[in-house]
Nanobody
Framework: QVQLVESGGGLVQAGVSLTLSCAAS????????MGWYRQAPGKQRELVAD???????NYGDSVKGRFTISRDNAKNTVYLQMNSLKPEDTAVYYC??????????????WGQGTQVTVSS
């Protein structure tokens, strides 16, 4: 049982920065991956970034070089620093958590999502 609560979304102008936070609570295993997915209207859900408890990161191609994911293991919190925001970054951003064991991810838990809207 894991609960994820996102914060930090909002309406911003193109070119500015925004940081999202997600705090996980419940039964958290030491081996896990937390991350961010997003879904824009009319588009498929896509990976933004994720980060393992050991620090390994992955980024979606559309955000490489602009977004940075980080985490605080002691607080079970993951952050997404978003720089140089573009209108195409507009989406609902979802925080995720998955236990990792034997080199495989278990089923992911999802937060309720936070809206990020970037105006031109």
């Amino acid at each position: 049982q894991v609960q994820l609560v996102e914060s930090g979304g909002g309406l911003v102008q193109a070119g500015v920065s925004l940081t999202l936070s997600c705090a996980a609570s419940g039964i958290i295993f030491g081996g896990n991956v937390m991350g961010w997915y997003r879904q824009a209207p009319g588009k498929q859900r896509e990976l933004v970034a994720d980060i393992a408890s050991g620090g390994t990161t992955n980024y979606g191609d559309s955000v490489k070089g602009r977004f940075t994911i980080s985490r605080d293991n002691a607080k079970n919190t993951v952050y997404l620093q978003m720089n140089s925001l573009k209108p195409e970054d507009t989406a609902v951003y979802y925080c995720t958590y998955a236990r990792v064991r034997w080199g495989h991810k278990d089923a992911m838990y999802w937060g309720q999502g936070t809206q990020v809207t970037v105006s031109s």
